[in-house]
Nanobody
C-alpha cells in the first residue's frame, strides 16, 4: 500500500521560505512521477510541480517558476519542495501526489492523473 506523508507547512511572512517534505512508504519511487499540488479555499486543486524520478525531468507551474524547487532524496525515499520568495497567493493546502508511471508532460498538472495522495500540509503566507 502506497502512503505519502507530508510535513513542513506553517505560517510565514511574504518573502519568506518554507520547505515541504513528502515521505513515501510502500514503494521505492524510482521510475515514477511525483509532485506537489495545492488547493486554496474555494479553488480547484492545481499542479505546482512534478518530477520524473527516473529521467529527472521537472514540470513547474508558471506561477512558481524561479521561486520553488522540487528535489528528492532517494536514500530517504523523500520528496521535497523548497519554496522561496513566498507570496500571499501561495497560501493553500499543499498535497504530495504520486503515480506509478513516468510523468506525462501533457498531464502532469492534472490531479486526475495521480493515483496516490498525501493528507496535505497547510501553508499560510501573510502580507
Amino acid at each position: 500500500q502506497v502512503q505519502l506523508v507530508e510535513s513542513g507547512g506553517g505560517s510565514v511572512q511574504a518573502g519568506g521560505s518554507l520547505r515541504l517534505s513528502c515521505a513515501a512508504f510502500g514503494y521505492s519511487y524510482s521510475g515514477y512521477c511525483m509532485g506537489w499540488f495545492r488547493q486554496a479555499p474555494g479553488k480547484e486543486r492545481e499542479g505546482v510541480v512534478s518530477l520524473d524520478t527516473d529521467g529527472g525531468s521537472t514540470y513547474y507551474a508558471d506561477s512558481v517558476k524561479g521561486r520553488f524547487t522540487i528535489s528528492r532524496d532517494s536514500a530517504k525515499n523523500t520528496l521535497y519542495l523548497q519554496m522561496n520568495s513566498l507570496k500571499p497567493e501561495d497560501t493553500a493546502m499543499y498535497y504530495c501526489a504520486a503515480d506509478l508511471r513516468p510523468c506525462d508532460g501533457g498531464n502532469w498538472y492534472d490531479k486526475r492523473w495521480y493515483a496516490y495522495w498525501g493528507q496535505g500540509t497547510q501553508v499560510t503566507v501573510s502580507s
